[in-house]
T-cell receptor, first 109, second 116 residues
């Protein structure tokens, strides 16, 4: 059974702080990993994708992948109230994406 | 970027009726589309993988006779919920893989189905 595990939260951070979201996965065959942001009642939107070990930065977001530890993380710098949402971690490759249950992030102004 | 259009965005139907949801890839060809269902405060659960020109592959526990999937062209997949019941009320989301973006997946906007 392929699984992606996330802490459901809620994770509360003050505005301007760094939010750190973590995810582990069970399928060593997974080649690509994604972080999606989902607002209540809306469809997920892609924030970051990462395929290689190490860090990938895009604006305020940094994704980190460690395939040896089967660990993926997302850092959000200078968190804003508009970042408050549920963040879904997903992994896959040639197979359909497997999603974690999501971490609810609350950025407090 | 890749765009996936999903319609309708919400639908209310009577118990026992059927509802069709459409998913279109607007600027790319999608040989594979995926259908997910999401209950409140839960994660996305894959229902089936839709392949153009062939039968869909359903996940364990998903009734293929109840959730009919048709992927007749490279840009259109449909999900029909047949004989809907209140327990089928959920948020249904389609996703398509744009092979121009390495393993990239784009989601439709979702359909909120309420069966009364």
């Amino acid at each position: 059974q392929k699984e992606v595990e996330q802490n459901s939260g809620p994770l509360s951070v003050p505005e301007g702080a760094i939010a750190s979201l973590n995810c582990t996965y069970s399928d060593r065959g997974s080649q690509s990993f994604f972080w999606y942001r989902q607002y209540s009642g809306k469809s997920p939107e892609l924030i970051m994708s990462i395929y290689s070990n190490g860090d990938k930065e895009d604006g305020r977001f940094t994704a980190q992948l460690n395939k040896a530890s089967q660990y993926v993380s997302l850092l959000i710098r200078d968190s804003q109230p508009s970042d408050s949402a549920t963040y879904l971690c997903a992994g896959g490759g040639n197979t359909p994406l497997v999603f974690g249950k999501g971490t609810r992030l609350s950025v407090i102004a | 970027g890749a765009v996936v259009s999903q319609h309708p965005s919400w639908v209310i139907c009577k118990s026992g009726t059927s509802v069709k949801i459409e998913c279109r890839s607007l600027d790319f060809q999608a040989t594979t589309m995926f259908w997910y269902r999401q209950f409140p405060k839960q994660s996305l659960m894959l229902m089936a993988t839709s392949n153009e020109g062939s039968k869909a592959t359903y996940e364990q526990g998903v009734e293929k006779d109840k959730f009919l999937i048709n992927h007749a062209s490279l840009t259109l997949s449909t999900l029909t919920v047949t004989s809907a019941h209140p327990e089928d009320s959920s948020f249904y989301i389609c996703s398509a893989r744009d092979l121009r973006d390495y393993y990239g997946y784009t989601f439709g906007s979702g359909t909120r189905l309420t069966v009364v």
